[in-house]
């Protein structure tokens, strides 16, 4: 994850797994106070048709599902301590 000089964009990297184990790397740019939904949109423009609402998974710092009516912002420290330990899982 990286934020922008305005700290109001981030950029959040992924990491998929499709049906043929093969891992799909693509990184997102999108405002903070998009909510959770804005994201798994963008997702799908990704990746093509998740048959499933809700696949967001946050699973560092803490285990959690990503509620589509949340806001991003709320899933993130405003200054997160390392970078490289956020990870959000996209479940098939």
Known sequence: MSTSADNDIISLNFRYRN???KNI???IEISKDK??????????KKLGSINR???????????KPMRTED???????????DEDR???????
Do not use: C, M, W
């Open 71 to 81: 806001r991003i912002f709320s899933y993130f420290n405003e200054t997160p301590d």
């Open 19 to 21: 049906a043929g184990n």
């Open 53 to 63: 609402n809700d696949f967001l998974r946050q699973i560092y710092p803490e285990e």
């Open 86 to 92: 956020i990870h959000i899982r996209i479940l098939p």
């Open 35 to 44: 909510k959770v939904s804005d994201l798994e949109e963008e997702v799908r």
């Open 25 to 27: 790397l693509f990184a």
